[in-house]
């Protein structure tokens, strides 16, 4: 058996290197068309920053996971495919602002089509609308050399800063499909490290949709708590003790309850939308118009964010420091996509503020490319006055104590714990007085932030 995976991101970089790790004797080769990713995945500085992922890549690079831009060799040697390319939101044309674009993974599978011989297993790793299967069985079936293909879906649950975790310890790992001997061929490969009752098997339909509705119910989650986290300020109710107060009943449980600015990630909103989209194109109005609102919701709590800080610094941010705290979607990963951090931060921008901004793990290249892209207009262009705001009004700084020194506010927007265990005292000698923070994360102490004089605003408390 040997293995390729097509795409080495954030889901097929890692879940590549744990299969390489837990099957020594099978050799696994994860390809990309981007040669300087591939070049950082075979060098120690890896593309995607996870906990503990360099350890597992270092022990299986070498030995039996090689990474490379050889696409089409790749795939003539493999008897399993995976495809874990990009589907981002399409950003023109049908379902714009919906629909996933499917246009990476249709270009998979026409190479594999092209260059397959013999039988091959394909499995779709990517978030996947329901029925893509179908375009992809279909693409194969009109290969020319008598290759025959069984197609899996095998949707990813990992979660972006846990994902070595995640990888070794699933609560289940779920694969679709008609051919039992496919399905059990995978199976086996995960039956190494994970327990047979966690491998769950369905239909090829029900694995593709049961992604996009985890998603959509842990999204939802997050936007209901959010929700409450705006009823909470005006009633003097706190947000954390209700999230307490229900997630102690079994039947609602803790997790996903945190209030924050917002949920981000490359996967909420994508999914959601793309659920919507297909809910329309079924007819089904109300069933999208429900979901969709979880995505209001979260647009609703990142804005209510950039708003408060504005009336709370007087109507007024023109020309006032501000100090960002944090850019990735959430802690532990270098992952910036859809963080809330961008929208709050364009927001605050457009308003004149001055933002200095420190992110311990994104680079200040990918802090630009955000900002200039959740600036530009219909048409795709960045306007003369935008382009002028991010020059003139966006710095970086070296780390949390720069960026707030001389700030009018601190805005903390990533859950990093090196935001917890600052020099507060410090921090504030140097700021102008009153000197406010707006944790967007609830992380930090506002008792003790208090008592050094900060005026401290958390999401969800009065
Ligand atoms: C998510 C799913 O959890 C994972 O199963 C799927 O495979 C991909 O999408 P990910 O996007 O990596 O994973 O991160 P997740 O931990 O789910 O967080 C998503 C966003 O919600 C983050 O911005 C996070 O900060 C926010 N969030 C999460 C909250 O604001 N509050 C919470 O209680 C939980
Ligand atoms: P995810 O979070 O789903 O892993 P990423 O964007 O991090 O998404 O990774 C997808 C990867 O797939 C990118 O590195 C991209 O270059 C790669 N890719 C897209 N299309 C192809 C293709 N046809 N052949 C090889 N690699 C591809």
Redesign the pocket.
Known sequence: MKICC????????PTMAMIAKQCPDIPVHV????EA?IKAWNSDEL??YEPGLLEVVTEARGRNLTFS?R?EAAITESDMIFI?????TKTYGMGVGRAANLE?VE??AR?IACVSKGHKIIVE???LPVRTAEAVKRILSSSGNGATFDVLSNP?FLAEGTAVEDLLTPDRVLIGGDSASAIESLAAIYARWIPRERILTSNLWSSELSKLTANAFLAQRVSSINAISALCEATEADVDEVARAIGTDSRIGPKFLKASVGFGG??FQKDILNLVYLCEHFGLQEVATYWEQVVIMNDYQKRRFGEKIVKTLFNTVSNKKIAIWGWAFKKDTN?T?ESSAIYVCRDLIRERAKLHIYDPRVSQAQILLDLQNAMLDSNGQLSAVDKMLIEQNVTMAADSYQAAENAHAIALLTEWDEFKTLDFKRIYGTMPQPAFVFDGRNILDRQALGKLGFEVHAIGKC
């Open positions: 097509i795409g080495a991101g954030y889901v097929g970089g390809v990309d068309l981007n990713r593309p995607v831009t696409v874990s390319v990009n589907t981002p990476f270009k998979c190479q790793k990517s978030t990813e490359s996967c992952d996509r």
